[in-house]
Structures are given as structure tokens and as C-alpha cells.
């Protein structure tokens, strides 16, 4: 069973439309986060919500909005996608501990190209 | 704020030789230190981790030390193979203050190929 699965794996779109990834994880974690990774394979946090509450929140364009309809679930939507859009999304989950040492478990991306 | 620095890849080696891709970081508080690695086309994966000064870190003949003194977290294996062919990824984790959470900082990854 996947732990952390996001869908669509490969999402091709034209400039402006809107579009939603969406994420779920089945290891009962309360914490769950986007990540997005550049042409260079350099990767950053977006968001990172616990319980369904907005934690942090890295000067991400409000074209980008996370929602958590439950603990399990975090979508990411993306209005008047741009071409510096272009990248892999990863979502991940952890633990509830306050914890530095929680294992972070990610899923196997989702590779987005606007055209 | 904290900060995690690799060595630029790729990293080419042939099969059984050894390996090593250095990592430094830069933390205010006391963080836990991760590999992860991304084989082509799939997600990350956690290779290994250390929560505390001088703790070993092992998986799959791949090992790291957790060195406070050096601010080092260096991986390496002694006999590399051509399916560790792969980016690995130097990562930080840390709880912020602000909101007693944890928070994960990736290096830039070192990319490393091994042929046969």
C-alpha cells in the first residue's frame, strides 16, 4: 500500500489555466507539507499544515492554495499557473510529535510543465 | 536561518569504489540530520537519519556520523554499486520556535553515477 500518494504523477497545462494536486497519506501522521523541486533538483517547503491547520507558509504566491479537508488529505491549487510553475511537487507527511527526529515520508511527486 | 551545503555532482565513480559526498550545515538550534535519495523518475526516499551529536546513521552499506564539532553529516560506501546511481539529498530537521513544529531543509543534492 502507498503511503503517501499524490495524483496526477504528470500534469501538462497551458499558461493561465488553474489546476489541483491532490494528496493523501494513510500513516495516520497528523502533519503534512508541499514541497517543490526546480529545474535543478533544489527543494524547498511550501506549506506545511497539522491537523488541518495552515503551520507554515513560505512566502508562496497566493495563486497557490493548500487545503486540508481532513488530517489525511492536503490538495494544492494553483490559479493562472506561470511557467516558473514548471516543476515536481512533492507532498510528504509526519508524525505528530514535536519532534525534529520525526521521519518525514514523502510521495513519488507530481511533475508539472506548463506550456 | 539554517542552512545545508553538499558538494556539486555528479559524483562518477566506477562499481566498488568508495564513496563519499560531504555535507555541512548551518543550525541554531539542535537539529536531526537526513539522506534522502531520488533514483531517476520516483520520489524521495529516507536512505538514513541521526537525531543527536555522534549518532550513526545506516541503510543498504550506506553510513553517516553525526559530527557536532565539524557540523558534518558526510555519507559514504565503501563499495558503490551501478543501482546507487541516483541524487542524494543532505537534509536538516529542525522545530521552529515560532511554532513548535518541525521543518525540513534539503540541500541541493549531489548527483551520483556509477558505471560498470
Known amino acids: 500500500d502507498t503511503a503517501v500518494s499524490q495524483t496526477p504523477k504528470y500534469l501538462v497545462t497551458q499558461m493561465g489555466n488553474d489546476k489541483s494536486i491532490k494528496c493523501e497519506q494513510n500513516l495516520g501522521h497528523d502533519t503534512m507539507y508541499w514541497y517543490k523541486q526546480d529545474s535543478k533538483k533544489f527543494l524547498k517547503i511550501m506549506f506545511s499544515y497539522n491537523n488541518k491547520e495552515l503551520i507554515i507558509n513560505e512566502t508562496v504566491p497566493n495563486r497557490f492554495s493548500p487545503k486540508s479537508p481532513d488530517k489525511a488529505h492536503l490538495n494544492l491549487h494553483i490559479n493562472s499557473l506561470e511557467l516558473g510553475d514548471s516543476a515536481v511537487y512533492f507532498c510528504a507527511s509526519s508524525p505528530p510529535r514535536r519532534d525534529s527526529g520525526n521521519t518525514i515520508y514523502f510521495g513519488e511527486g507530481s511533475w508539472l510543465t506548463v506550456v | 536561518g539554517d542552512s545545508v551545503t553538499q558538494m556539486e555532482g555528479p559524483v562518477t565513480l566506477s562499481e566498488e569504489a568508495f564513496l563519499t559526498i560531504n555535507c555541512t550545515y548551518t543550525a541554531t538550534g539542535y537539529p536531526s540530520l537526513f539522506w534522502y535519495v531520488q533514483y531517476p523518475g520516483e520520489g524521495l526516499q529516507l536512505l538514513l537519519k541521526?537525531?543527536?551529536?555522534?549518532d550513526k546513521g545506516s541503510n543498504k552499506g550506506f553510513e553517516a556520523t553525526y559530527r557536532k564539532e565539524t557540523t558534518s553529516f558526510h555519507l559514504e560506501k565503501g563499495s558503490v554499486q551501478v543501482s546507487d546511481s541516483a541524487v542524494y539529498f543532505c537534509?536538516?530537521?529542525?522545530?521552529?520556535?515560532?511554532?513548535?513544529?518541525?521543518?525540513?531543509?534539503f540541500g541541493t543534492g549531489t548527483r551520483l553515477l556509477v558505471s560498470p
Open positions: 537534509a536538516l530537521s529542525d522545530v521552529r520556535p515560532s511554532t513548535g513544529f518541525q521543518k525540513l531543509v
Open positions: 541521526a537525531t543527536k551529536a555522534d
